[in-house]
């Protein structure tokens, strides 16, 4: 019974090393890194109430990657899965970049929310990249199909 255990958490491991040598695995990790940095930053600063967006941010990145590693997007169909993690990335970015502008800007005096800040800025621009590469993704899949002409 131990057996059956240890080479399904090493099935795991395994799937998860094997998805973040991929670039959509190291896009996902570097912005749930980022946003617990982040989170950090603001729990330092007087104001941490800014950190509710990498709260979000990180636990839908966490819930995306693991729907990703373990291969759930191809068993729940219901769901349009690059869909959704083109709107959780493009809305991740304008969250961001909204709210980190805020925070650099009227920071004076609280280096921890500057810091968040300028690090939400670097996690606004990872996360339109997402975003733009999800996007070319989803641009690429499309089916054409030919119009029909009535030329006989």
């Not at 690059?82 to 005096?109: E, H, K, N, Q």
């Not at 990249?129 to 030919?146: E, S, V």
Request: contains cysteine; neutral net charge.
């Amino acid at each position: 019974m131990a057996d059956a255990a240890e080479t399904t958490a090493v099935s795991c491991i395994e799937k998860l090393k094997s998805y973040v040598r991929t670039r959509k695995g190291t896009i996902l990790t570097a912005e749930i890194v980022l946003s617990f940095i982040i989170i950090i930053c603001y729990a330092a600063s007087f104001y941490g109430g800014y950190s509710a967006v990498a709260i979000c941010e990180m636990v839908f990145a966490i819930i995306i990657m693991v729907v990703f590693v373990m291969e759930l997007d191809k068993q729940l169909l219901v769901i349009s899965w690059p869909w959704t993690d083109f709107i959780r990335a493009a809305i991740g970015s304008v969250l961001y970049l909204i709210t980190s502008l805020i925070c650099v800007i009227g920071g004076s005096g609280d280096g921890a929310r500057i810091a968040g800040g300028v690090l939400g800025l670097l996690a606004g621009i990872l996360f339109g990249y997402d975003a733009y590469l999800t996007f070319m993704t989803i641009k690429g899949n499309r089916q054409h199909t030919p119009a029909p002409t009535d030329y006989a």
